[in-house]
């Protein structure tokens, strides 16, 4: 079956460093999503990338959508400590024929140090 | 809007019973998702509906069931409850079927004894 690595699995930076975490699928999605879960909390929505080759930006994140549409990338830059938590990606296989199975990755835990 | 609100929060049960939970989407939504999320497998999906129709479903056995009724409103039922059953249990809603933008609910702590 389908399945989605995320790399690293833990990161520590300090504050004021960026970080970057990679998503991996071993099948082509047909589009993939970004989530944040704060300790204690849910899964919060950032973002959904459908193109190949997509790059979309929100104030310090920006998100990568492979050219392959297999893989994906976050980008923090100069993290702050409210970005603490677990960043998730999640998509489906593209050739899922309408019904849409998703696949969440194994997420990256950010820690930041003040 | 309101969001995503599940009943109960937390929940013990014994080894061999069965449990049923509640999922109620945000206001038009009529796309719910259930997932089981533990520290050893992550966050893994259950089963979609919409406009009460089982879309999808994950790798899980038949023990797992839900339904959705005319209102969106979910439920999940899981029969004869075992050790690894503990878990949070989440549901999501969406404004269309499919994988699009999901919105969480805060998840039912499921923890069996």
């Known amino acids: 079956g389908q399945q989605v690595m995320q790399i690293p699995q833990y990161q520590h930076v300090q504050e004021g460093e960026d970080f970057t975490t990679y998503c991996n699928s071993s099948?082509?999605?047909?589009?993939i999503q970004w989530y944040k879960q704060r300790p204690g909390g849910h899964p919060v929505f950032l973002i959904q990338l459908v193109k190949s080759g997509e790059v979309k930006k929100q104030k310090r994140l920006t998100f990568q959508f492979g050219e392959a549409k297999k893989n994906s990338s976050l980008h923090i830059t100069a993290t702050q400590t409210t970005d603490v938590g677990t960043y998730f990606c999640a998509g489906p296989p593209s050739d899922s024929g309408g019904y849409q199975k998703v696949t969440f990755g194994t997420g990256t835990k950010l820690q930041v140090i003040p | 809007k309101a969001g995503v609100t599940q009943t109960p929060r937390y929940l013990i049960k014994t080894r061999g019973q069965q449990v049923t939970l509640s999922c109620s989407p945000i206001?038009?939504?009529?796309?719910v998702s259930w997932y089981q999320q533990t520290p050893g497998q992550g966050l893994q999906f259950l089963f979609e509906y919409f406009s009460e129709t089982q879309r999808n479903k994950g790798n899980f056995p038949g023990r797992f069931s839900g339904r959705q009724f005319s209102n969106s409103r979910s439920e999940m039922n899981v029969s004869t409850l075992e050790l690894g059953d503990s878990a949070l249990y989440l549901c999501?809603?969406?404004?269309?079927?499919?994988?699009?933008?999901?919105?969480f609910g805060p998840g039912t702590r499921l923890t069996v004894t």
């Open positions: 206001s038009g939504h009529r796309s």
């Open positions: 999501a809603s969406s404004f269309r079927d499919g994988f699009y933008e999901q919105y």
């Open positions: 099948t082509t999605l047909s589009n």
